[in-house]
């Protein structure tokens, strides 16, 4: 096996100042949600371990993830490819194709076995042994697993592999699912998100490359430093849902004046992700800064769980939401109490008469 | 005027009777401020900082009564333990559980005149036991949403399997509301069923709430019950 470079190599050859390559870390190390004091560790890390290599693979998927991932401002994505990471295999991004490609895979699985990180797009397509997903001549779960068996961490990137995405949405018709069921004995990285957000996307990948080892992961496989917070309480419009203040439409006077999209079904109370802290492109927007409700889309069953613009679902005109089937439900009950009562009245009444009458007859007798 | 000889069985402790009406006032506290919260009313103010923080203060009210609730259960724990009269709960392990059942609710579907004497009857003890169903879920529910503010920590820690279980926290909040309604629904049948036996009985169903004692006029089935342990009940004769 040839030496391989590590990122203050690459910098060397390419004849940049070791300037730029510190302040490279310093971004990297803001960026992996790491203390000021963990610098040292960066630098020694990209001092002395060869580049990663990495696999990219995609399932079943819009690509929207790399569109995403491209995006990434700091680092840019460029650097990550080029200089931070040896990105040997990518589905999207490679410039060649064909049989040599496909070859190419093997060769880097073969070469690197156990050292590379797979990252992986796309959900993982299972009815009728995978059909409906083809990559390479191939089912893609069989090379998710091919590929994945030999990693020495998977990173599930996106809602799709995580959890299935929109392909597994109701009625799911090609059987998909999230990507874990083939990915072995191999630590795997939840990075959700339609897509994620850019900064974490790279922030993950550097993690696993500088250090080796998955950053810590909450109880769904998610990276903590990303999601430990709550869309709801990072979100800077936070104080009008406390002073109930609210856009009651698209177009009203709340909405223009920025006020909280939580009556337009917001899915910010129940959504964990950075869009509130880190925001998109470089701290430019998020959907909700730009007045559209939080959809959710970190979450795993996000397309099913009702209408994105509701929070409780309705079940259409005339019967409506759980507060109108419960309050009808509540007023057949009292009103069925109440003739219950009544009955139970007369019935008494009914059975006492009678009962008086046999003793009166008793009596004369 | 009706002169009658009746027995007075000691039922309830102090402690339960001070838990239900904990949980009656908390209950509909927790309802009203949890449909203001699903549906929030939309102050027109011009900055958050001038208004009454109204969401604020309805989720700060919610989360008071559903604290109070939880820590109302210390009371009826420790009479469960202590006091017989508050141990009325299906004896579904007994064969003449079912019968008796079934014996009460055709009384109640009006189809028998009348069913055996009970200090609690076999459908009211099922009926709590499903209320207390309904309210362990609400509880777990409500704190899966409530500490996953910061999922690491130890409220997070103990309540964050919820939402796994019920296939993501969306669901959640529906499951609360949705087991809400439910509870209010029973609450409904509950308040009927206890006025009714104090009209058509005259036992005393309704004040045992207040009083602790049911006047019976003959030996109930489930009199045995809270002579278990003698001394604590006082049956006068």
Redesign the interface.
Known sequence: MDKRESMWDVYLRKGMSRRSFVKGCVALTSLMGLSTDKLEKVVEAAEKKPLPVVIWIHGHECTGCDESFIRSGSPYASDVILSQVALEYDHLLSAASGEPFEAHLEETIQKYKGQYILAVEGAACTKDNGVYCMSGGHPFTHTLQRAAENAAAVIAYGTCAVSGGIQAANPNPTGSSGITNFTGKTPVVNVPGCPPIPEVMTGVIMHVALFGTVPPL???GRP?QFY?N?IH?TCYRR????????A?SYDDE?SKAGWCL??LGC?G????NSCGNMRWFQGMSYPIQSGAPCI?CS????WD??KMSE???KFGQPIGD??K??AA??GV??VG?AA??A???I??KK?DAAKEEENGEQVNK | MKEEKRKVYYLFSPFLRIFHWIMVLSIVTLFITGLLITKPVTVMGIEPTYTSMSMDWVRNIHFIAAFTFCAAFILRIYGYIRYPGDRLFPRVWKGHFYRDTIDVALHYMLLKPGHDPYLRNPLARTSYVGLYVMVLIEILTGFAMYYMTEPNNIGGMLFGWVNVVLGGEMVTHWVHHIVAWLIIVFAIGHVYMVLRADLMEAEGEASSMFSGVKFLEHVPLDAPEINEEGPKSKKKD
């Open positions: 909450d109880g769904e903590k430990g709550r309480d104080p009008f849902f406390d002073a109930g203040m609210f009651e709340g939580y009556k899915r109370p129940e959504t964990y959710g979450n795993a069953h996000f769980e009702g929070r409780l679902p759980v507060d089937i419960g439900i509540a009950t009292a109490v219950h009562g009955a139970s009245v019935q008494k059975r």
